[in-house]
């Protein structure tokens, strides 16, 4: 979806996500990794947080907590997965959860409590993939770590308690990009099979070209300016061009058809709105079936940043209600 005329003013930011947005962006400018010094220290910033403790998934008891390294892709090192696994009886479905962070910065405990509190609702267990970051490791590297993982987990679903046929893969930012690559991947490669894709304001397209990416220029979280960073650690010089695989950037796929049923969600204010909303759109014209929503005012990542807003309750509701949509299937 490129740009056939010029954009308009930004859309306006939820009035009560507005306030908490200016405190954010006292710390973190939408710009933050345009700049290559910026990015390092956002890296060392991000080793240096607290991530979420194995006591604390563990929620009293209601999910046992696991890591375990597992064969990565062929020449590559073992990979790491966290597996969360509840106390419901088995088989369980689950949701295998590829983490954001730009492609360039997490691990996979970041926006793991996020998933928790969809699963518990639901009985799944979650198994969060620990991929290498570019620009250490570009594509393919990221993608084939999520996907030697996935393989790896159904492959091993039984002694997980896992049901191998209720497999729903999903994340946020970059984590929704690889998710919908995961998709693809498992189409094209003929297995594992996905129950699901649940894409949260995934970063999919490496071309930055949309209106919504020229509106959004210098505002909000994650800006044009910081995408391009992250996509050309990803990607270096074959960014924009017509060398870049679907696997790393889902919106070059031609071919939509096949895929499992998808939830995407994205706020009307950041970069990431139009080229969702082309993929579900996309998906809908290649006869698949995709569940859209567009969050008025919301910036990029609102709902985790400001989760007791009204728009976060109502984004958080939406997904555990198509969840649990899917799994009565």
Known sequence: MTLDGPAGPPPPFDHELAPALRIINEHLAPDALADPDALAAMGEASALMDPPTDETLARDGAFTIEERAVPGPDGAPDVSLLICRPSSPVPTPAIYHTHGGGMVLGNNRMGLVEMLDLAADVGAAVVSVEYRLAPGTPHPGPVEDCYAGLRWTAEHAAELGIDPGRIVVG??????????????????????????????????????????????????????????????????????????????????????????????????????????????????????????????????GFDMMAPHAALSQDASAARLHWLRRLLAT
């Open 171 to 300: 994340g946020a930012s970059a984590g929704g990009g690889l998710a919908a690559a995961l998709a693809l991947m498992t189409r094209d490669r003929g297995g594992p099979a996905l129950f699901g894709q649940l894409l949260l304001c995934p970063m999919l397209d490496d071309r930055n070209d949309t209106p919504s990416s020229v509106q959004m220029a210098g505002l909000g979280v994650w800006d044009r300016a910081s995408n391009n960073a992250g996509w050309t650690a990803l990607l270096g010089d074959a960014r924009g061009t017509d060398a870049v695989s679907p696997y790393a950037a889902p919106a070059r796929a031609d071919d939509l058809s096949g895929l499992p049923p998808a939830f995407i969600d994205v706020g009307s204010a950041e970069t990431f709105r139009d080229e969702d909303v082309a993929y579900a759109s996309r998906i809908w014209q290649a006869g698949g079936r995709a569940e859209l929503h567009v969050w008025p005012g919301g910036f990029h």
